[in-house]
């Protein structure tokens, strides 16, 4: 629809046995001016392929555009 951006993000950290893999997924919503939309980072913590821990962290965005051109 032109007006949803949605970005993917992982990195994936050994050490000591102890793998980490953080991932963030950000949607936004264009409107005018105007966006909205979600942060959410997720921490897994694995040892021997075996889930150790998951944490969450799910934040609310938005803003106003200050500078530059409107898209068309």
């Known amino acids: 629809d032109n007006k949803t951006l949605k970005f993917e993000r992982q990195k994936i950290v050994e ?3 102890i793998k980490t893999i953080y991932k963030e997924i950000v949607s936004f ?3 005018g001016n105007n966006f909205k ?3 959410n980072f997720i921490v897994e913590k ?3 392929n075996k ?3 998951k944490n969450y962290a799910n ?3 938005s803003g106003v555009r200050i500078s530059g051109k409107s898209p068309n």
């Open 15 to 17: 050490k000591s046995g």
């Open 29 to 31: 919503i264009l409107d």
């Open 37 to 39: 939309g979600t942060d």
């Open 46 to 48: 694995y040892k021997n």
């Open 51 to 53: 889930l150790l821990e």
């Open 59 to 61: 934040y609310i965005i």
